[in-house]
């Protein structure tokens, strides 16, 4: 079965600061890649996702992802964080292959920023 | 509508009462998820509808929890004689090609 490895439970950043949180998967086939945003008492944004072409997809809010097969990662970034980002993100593949398309997802990343 | 909507949006409960939760998808969205999210297990794959059928249910966690989709829309996930683990946030989507909406979720606490 497939799984999602976010190997940082808590990041904490200055505002102004570059970021970039780590997302692994395991899966044989191409997947399909996402990213969401979490703020408190809220449902899931989707910042951006990977389905094939360009390895690097930009997404709202600045954020970008690369997608590198080599190393089954899909991690994400921005070049200067706001204040405002702090949440909590969330990696997910879907198995392309099997009839449902269900989302897997990560443990997640918990970011913090300090002012 | 414009959005996953997800009523009620908290929910207490007390143990061994049965609870129905509701999940109104974006108009033409064909699939529906339920997930459940909870301290420490993350984001957990209920069931799937594809139209009103649920070919896929291997996510419900036992047999207390059950779900339905009728008229190919509105869904209503049903946990019958709570526990104190089912305490959690559920949380709906609808999705169109692979692209899924999620509602704001419904907060259920089982006392």
């Known amino acids: 079965a497939q799984s999602v490895t976010q190997p940082d439970i808590h990041i904490t950043v200055s505002e102004g600061a570059s970021l970039e949180l780590r997302c692994n998967y395991s899966y044989g086939a191409t997947p399909y890649l996402f990213w969401y945003v979490q703020s408190p008492g809220q449902g899931l944004q989707l910042l951006l996702k990977?389905?094939?072409?360009?390895?690097l997809v930009q997404g709202i809010k600045g954020f970008e992802a690369e997608f590198k097969r080599s190393q089954s990662s899909f991690n994400l970034r921005k070049p200067s964080v706001h204040w405002s980002d702090a949440a909590e993100y969330f990696c997910a593949v879907i198995n392309s292959g099997a009839g449902s398309y269900q989302l897997t997802f990560g443990k997640g990343t918990k970011l913090s920023v300090i002012p | 509508g414009a959005g996953v909507s997800q009523s009620p949006s908290n929910k207490v409960t007390e143990k061994g009462k049965d609870v129905e939760l509701r999940c109104d998808p974006i108009?033409?969205?064909?699939?529906l998820y339920w997930y459940r999210q909870s301290l420490g297990q993350g984001l957990e794959f209920l069931i799937y509808?594809?139209?009103?059928?649920?070919?896929?249910k291997s996510g419900l966690p036992s047999d207390r929890f059950s779900a339905e989709r009728t008229g190919g829309s509105v869904s209503t996930l049903t946990i019958q004689r709570t526990q104190q683990e089912d305490s959690a946030v559920y949380l709906c989507?609808?999705?169109?090609?692979?692209?899924?909406?999620f509602g704001s979720g419904t907060r259920l606490t089982v006392v």
């Open positions: 990977y389905f094939s072409g360009d390895t």
């Open positions: 989507a609808s999705s169109f090609h692979q692209l899924y909406t």
């Open positions: 108009s033409g969205h064909t699939a």
């Open positions: 509808f594809q139209g009103n059928s649920a070919p896929d």
